[in-house]
């Protein structure tokens, strides 16, 4: 009986436990879900809820009406934000792993970051400091979240193309930051060589400066 608990523990055949939770860290019944959202005590990975603002989502004109952002202006605007985040976490706590940012719209995930540390440590010094943080006018939210596999819990249809269930899909749909960015990001680790910083063209920083007047308020 025991065996057969661990084999189904977090999966949809598991009536106690919710699998949702398990898999992508955030289940959409939050705190009223029927089954057990088991925190966990430790874990190499936290999330930062609702942290990335998708201005495609929130762009509106004092009248109400959308104004339009190009899909290059959006793309701009992700890669700053992540690699702000990024370089930011890194440098204060410690090496990151991987980092994932969801496209979602329903509330439960929308613009959710997982941060995967690479020592449990980093990432427990990280949410209790972090939930004295503000971001971008808004309280920073940070809890150590159960999700470690990011395969399991992301969307394949959307990385496809191809999901029909679209912004209010319940896995992950995590957008990708631009070529140039991962490898500056992830490429300076000791297992791949880094890049020639001549490859890498003008500063970042000073792009996000001139586009964001108002960075000092977004700052951790
Ligand atoms: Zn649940
Ligand atoms: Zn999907």
């Known amino acids: 009986m025991a065996e057969y608990l661990a084999s189904i523990f977090g ?27 088991n925190k966990p005590t430790f874990s190499q990975t936290i999330v930062l809820l609702n942290l990335y ?66 020592r449990e440590e980093d990432a427990e010094r990280a949410v209790a400091e972090l939930n004295n943080r503000w971001f971008n006018g808004q309280a920073v939210h940070a809890e150590l979240s159960p999700v470690t596999d990011f395969r399991e819990s992301c969307c394949r249809q959307y990385e496809m193309g191809e999901c029909t269930r679209g912004g209010f899909c319940n896995f ?10 991962r490898r500056q990001l992830y490429g300076r680790r000791p297992r791949r060589r880094s890049p020639p910083r001549s490859h890498m063209g003008h500063h970042p920083r000073e792009r996000h400066r001139r586009h964001f007047p108002d960075h000092r308020h977004g700052r951790f």
């Not at 992950?172 to 960015?181: D, G, K, Q």
């Open 53 to 118: 603002r998708n201005p495609q989502n929130t762009a509106q004109t004092a009248d109400g009406s959308h104004c339009h952002v190009s899909d290059v202006e959006v793309q701009e605007h992700y890669d700053n934000f992540f690699e702000e985040v990024f370089t930011e976490l890194q440098e204060k706590y410690g090496e990151i792993e991987e980092m994932n940012v969801c496209d979602n719209l329903g509330d439960h995930l929308v613009g959710n970051v997982y941060v995967k540390f690479r």
């Open 11 to 37: 999966t949809e055949k598991d009536k106690v436990n919710c699998s949702f939770y398990f898999k992508i860290g955030a289940c959409r019944h939050g705190d009223r879900c029927s089954r057990l959202h």
């Open 172 to 181: 992950m749909h995590l957008r990708p930051i631009s070529r140039n960015l």
